[in-house]
C-alpha cells in the first residue's frame, strides 16, 4: 500500500542533527551518518502525535550497505489493517511494512542501501508516538551470532531447530517442505478428531451487541486471512482449517489478491498479540469454486494451501458433513470472527455469536434484491434471534459451525458470505436479519476434490 503525502521540501539532515524529529509536511533525507535515532514531534517532552499529521524521512546508506531499524519505542493508535495512524517502511517507493499498535514492532532490515519511514495520522485520536534507532550494516540477518536461523517474521531461533522435524517458528519457516504432521480431514469418525481441547461457551449467558468474547482457543479450526506486510492487524477475512495444509474461506474475500500477497494465521484469540500457540503460514495457491460467477455468488467458497500447520491443542481441523447428514430447520449453530463490533468489545479478540437455521424465503428472501441470482438450495439461512449478534464486517469467510446428528461433532455447515440485505447496504452489523452463508452440504462434491487434488488442478477443472 502507498501512502499519498504531500512533499512541501526536501530538507537534508547532518550527523549531529540526530535524533531527527519528522515534520509535517516535510520529507527529510539523512546522509552520511552510520546510527541515530527518529521520533515523532514532541515525544521527549510527553507530547502526543500530532492529528492530521504526514511526514517521512528517508536514511541513504553506502551502496552495498543495508539500513536495521529498532523500535525502541513504539505507540500509534491500533486499527484494522492501519487505516488511522500508521508507519509505512518503503523501499524504492514500495511499502515493505505497515505498522500499527502499542505493541514493539520486530527489527526490520532493508534490501537496499535505503529505507524510508512515513509517519501518517488521522484526525481522531492521540497516540505516544515512537522513537526508532536506526544503524547503517552490512549483516544480511537481524539475529546478533551467525548460530542463529532467521524466521520469515524476523524473529530469531537456534540453526540447530532448523529442519528437526518441529515448528520453532510460528510461521513454519524453519522447516520449509522438511516436516509435517498429518492429520485427518473431512468426514469425522473417531471421537478425538476435531473436537476442541478446549470448551467453547454454549450456556445461556447476558447477550451484548454483536456476540459475545469467544473462550480462548475454543474453536481450534478459526483462521484468519490476513494481507502480508501489515503488522499486526494485517486480519480482513475469516476462514477454516480443513487439513493441516488447506483452509476454507469466501472467495470473494480474496477476490483480486495474489496469494504472494495472503497469509493465514490459526491458533490466535487476540489478534494484536501473538502467543506461543499462534502458527503464521504464507499462501502458496488457491482454488476457486468453478461456478462462481461475478453476477452470481452461489458457489462464494475459495480454498487455499500453504506450508502444514502443526496441529496442537489449539490448531486443529473442522469437521466436515458426513454422507447423509442434513441441516435442519431450527439447528443451533455459532458463528466466529473478529468482524466489526458496533462497540460491543474489541475486535482483535475473537468472538462468537448464536444463530438458529431458518427457511430461507421466510428470513433470507431478502438478499436477492441486492444479489437477485442466488440459487438458495445452495445456501444457508441463519438467525441471531437476540436482534444483536450475527457476522459482521471483517467475518467474510468465517465459519458457522453445528453440531450435528449423529456424531453431535462440531461440523462445519457455511462460510460467511453475503451477509444480510442490512450488512451488504450499510455499515450495521446484525440486526436480527438473516444472514446468508455459502453451504457446506451442497458444496460437498467440490470440497471433496480440493481435499483429493493439487488446488492447482482444482483452479483448472
Known sequence: MRCSILIVLVAAVAAQRSPATLRHGMHLQIHGVASGQLETPGFRRGQSTPNGFQGAVTIFAPQGSRIRLDFDQFDLEMSAQCNADKVIIQERG??????????????????????????????????????????????????????????????????????????????????????????????????????????????????????????????????????????????????????????????????????????????????????????????????????????????????????????????????????????????????TGWGNTRGSGHSFLLKQARLAVRDFDQACAGILSIQPNLRKQFLVCAVDESDDAGPCHGDSGGPLVCRLEPLLRWTLAGMTSQGTSVTMTSALCGMGSGTVWSGVIPNRGWIDRALSVPLSIVTTS
Open 94 to 335: 514500495v511499502a515493505m511494512r505497515t505498522m500499527c499498535s502499542n505493541l514493539r514492532p520486530p527489527p526490520y532490515l532493508s534490501s537496499n542501501s535505503a529505507v524510508t519511514v512515513i509517519l501518517a495520522t488521522d484526525k481522531i485520536k492521540s497516540s505516544r508516538g515512537f522513537v526508532i534507532r536506526f544503524s547503517v550494516t552490512g549483516s544480511n540477518s537481524v539475529c546478533s551470532s551467525p548460530n542463529m536461523f532467521e524466521c520469515d517474521n524476523s524473529a530469531c531461533i537456534p540453526r540447530t531447530r532448523v529442519c528437526d522435524g518441529h515448528f520453532d517458528c510460528a510461521d513454519g519457516s524453519d522447516e520449509g517442505r522438511s516436516a509435517w504432521t498429518s492429520g485427518r480431514s473431512g468426514w469425522c469418525r473417531s471421537t478425538e478428531s476435531a473436537a476442541p481441547s478446549v470448551e467453547p461457551d454454549v450456556e445461556a449467558s447476558d447477550r451484548i451487541v454483536a456476540g459475545q468474547e469467544a473462550v480462548p482457543h475454543s474453536w481450534p479450526w478459526q483462521a484468519s486471512v490476513q494481507l502480508r506486510g501489515f503488522w499486526p492487524a494485517a486480519h480482513f477475512c475469516g476462514g477454516a482449517l480443513l487439513r493441516n495444509d488447506l483452509v476454507i474461506t469466501a472467495a470473494h474475500c480474496v477476490q483480486g489478491q495474489r496469494p504472494v500477497d495472503l497469509v493465514v494465521k490459526l491458533g490466535s484469540h487476540s489478534l494484536a498479540d501473538d502467543d506461543a500457540s499462534v502458527q503464521i503460514r504464507r499462501v502458496s495457491t488457491y482454488a476457486t469454486h468453478n461456478r462462481l460467477q461475478p453476477d452470481d455468488l452461489t458457489h462464494d467458497v475459495r480454498c487455499s494451501s500453504s506450508r502444514r500447520q502443526y496441529y496442537t491443542a489449539h490448531v486443529r481441523p473442522v469437521c466436515l458433513p458426513g454422507p447423509g447428514q442434513q441441516l435442519p430447520v431450527n439447528t443451533t449453530c455459532y458463528a
